[in-house]
């Protein structure tokens, strides 16, 4: 009885080991696919170049939408806008003084005149005229009446010129005269607010919401216009991709859903495919192949986690067996 005991225990002894053998082997031949977390990245620059004034985030810090992250020194740019403001300000006075016309002084000094003309040809008027009697009886040469008409006549000119300048004066400045100062201002208007634009670009903020993940310039070094200063990740946007060889894709689509390990965290969780590349990549390609034969192509896959979980950029995600 006891050797009938004895035998049954070292089979079962046997029997689980080769239970455990079976599925340590098993295990280890499964497939396993590895997936890669990924986010949406944004590089924040400015259209300036410049040197760097100061940093007011660092690597690791979480950032909203709209807050200030670094201003471009830009000396030169202020001195334009001092420049242009002083433009402005010569073109806004000038287009004052033309819609004012001309001063009451002005305007009196040139009636003056038209009146000073106005009784010259009243002199010379009743001069001539008699002259003109003096002549006809023959009284006078013929030189001297015309002296006379000669100076009756240049005072008439003299009146119809000041009355002309008279009316200008009263007038004030052309249509076209105004339409050109006006001109001058918008122009001027332009170039102040051109510069005020590259001077809030100066300022650089944050387009989106998210975890600084790099910094690549420090507060005093020159930077270029567009240069990335500051990457910020939106880790609203997760993905995990998998970059799966076509003979793997049987039965994964655009809406597949699958279970995935994750080993940072030590946690499964649901994900669901989302985005399928449409063009793939040779995952071995050769000139020549044997007979029978063919290339093996790669898919980027990418899926989304279901639930509410805190991956973060650069995890794995572990698929046994197929996705």
């Known amino acids: 009885m006891k050797r009938v005991l004895y035998w049954i225990v070292v089979g079962a002894i046997v029997c689980g080991v080769v239970v455990v053998v079976y599925h340590y082997f098993e295990r280890e031949n499964r497939s396993v696919v590895q997936g890669i977390v990924e986010c949406r990245s944004y590089r924040s620059s400015s259209k300036l170049a410049g040197r760097i ?5 660092a690597e690791g810090d979480m950032v909203y939408r709209g807050e200030f992250l670094y201003p471009i020194s830009t000396p030169e740019l202020d001195a334009k806008l001092r420049q242009v403001a002083a433009l402005e300000a010569a073109a806004e006075a000038i ?3 033309v819609d004012m016309g001309a001063r009451k002084e002005q305007i009196a000094t040139v009636r003056s005149m038209l009146n000073k003309a106005q009784a010259g040809l009243t002199l010379a008027e009743a001069s001539y005229m008699r002259v003109k009697v003096l002549y006809d009886k023959g ?7 015309d002296e006379a008409l000669a100076n009756y006549r240049a005072m008439q000119a003299t009146v119809d ?5 008279y009316a200008l004066v009263r007038e004030g400045a052309t249509r076209e ?4 100062v006006e001109a001058k201002v918008r122009e001027a208007q332009g170039a102040v607010e051109e510069v005020n634009a590259y001077l809030r670009d100066a300022r650089v903020y944050a387009p989106i919401s998210g975890w600084v993940s790099n910094i690549v310039a420090e507060p005093g070094e020159l930077v270029g216009s567009g240069y990335p200063v500051v990457t910020i990740l939106d880790l609203s946007n997760r993905w995990v991709t998998f970059n799966l060889k076509e003979d793997m894709l049987k039965g994964v689509g655009l809406g597949h859903q699958f279970r995935g390990y994750i080993p940072a965290l030590d946690k499964w969780s649901e994900f669901r495919v989302y985005y399928i590349s449409s063009e793939a990549d040779f995952a071995t390609w050769s000139a020549t192949r044997a007979r029978g034969g063919f290339d093996i192509r790669t898919f980027e896959v990418r899926a989304k986690p279901l639930s509410e979980v805190d991956i973060l950029p650069g995890m ?3 698929v046994y067996e197929e996705l």
């Open 53 to 57: 004034d100061s940093l007011f985030v």
């Open 95 to 97: 287009n004052r003084e």
């Open 139 to 145: 009284v006078v040469p013929r030189q001297q009446y």
């Open 161 to 165: 010129a000041a009355s002309a300048e």
């Open 177 to 180: 005269q105004r339409e050109a």
């Open 316 to 318: 794995s995600v572990i």
